[in-house]
Nanobody, 120 residues
Framework: QVQLVESGGGLVQPGGSLRLSCAASGFTFSSYAMRWYRQAPGKERELVAHISSNSGSTSYPDSVKGRFTISRDNAKNTVYLQMNSLKPEDTAVYYC?????????????WGKGTLVSVSS
C-alpha cells in the first residue's frame, strides 16, 4: 500500500521557518523524483520544489527560490522541505508528490497535505 505522509506544518510568524517532512512507503522511493506542491484557498495547485531520484538536481519557481530547500534521504524514504523567510503568501496546504516516468506514462502518488499558515 502506497503512502505519503506529510508532517511539520503549522502556524508561523512572517520571517519564520518551518521544515516539512514526507515519509514514503509502499514503493521504491529511490526510483522516484519527489516534489512539493502547495495550494492556497481559491488558487490552483503550484509546484514549489523538485528533486531528482538521486538528489542530483533540484529546481524551484522564482516565488520560493533562495528561501525553500528540498532534500531527501533515500535511506529513510523521506523528503524534506526547509522553508525560511516565510511570507503570508506562503500560506497553503503543502502536498508531497512522488513521480516516475514509465513506458505507459507518468506514475504519480500524492500525500494528503499539511497546512502551513504564515501570520502575525
Amino acid at each position: 500500500q502506497v503512502q505519503l505522509v506529510e508532517s511539520g506544518g503549522g502556524l508561523v510568524q512572517p520571517g519564520g521557518s518551518l521544515r516539512l517532512s514526507c515519509a514514503a512507503s509502499g514503493f521504491t522511493f529511490s526510483s522516484y523524483a519527489m516534489r512539493w506542491y502547495r495550494q492556497a484557498p481559491g488558487k490552483e495547485r503550484e509546484l514549489v520544489a523538485h528533486i531528482s531520484s538521486n538528489s542530483g538536481s533540484t529546481s524551484y519557481p522564482d516565488s520560493v527560490k533562495g528561501r525553500f530547500t528540498i532534500s531527501r534521504d533515500n535511506a529513510k524514504n523521506t523528503v524534506y522541505l526547509q522553508m525560511n523567510s516565510l511570507k503570508p503568501e506562503d500560506t497553503a496546504v503543502y502536498y508531497c508528490n512522488a513521480r516516475r516516468l514509465g513506458v505507459g506514462g507518468a506514475i504519480d502518488y500524492w500525500g494528503k497535505g499539511t497546512l502551513v499558515s504564515v501570520s502575525s
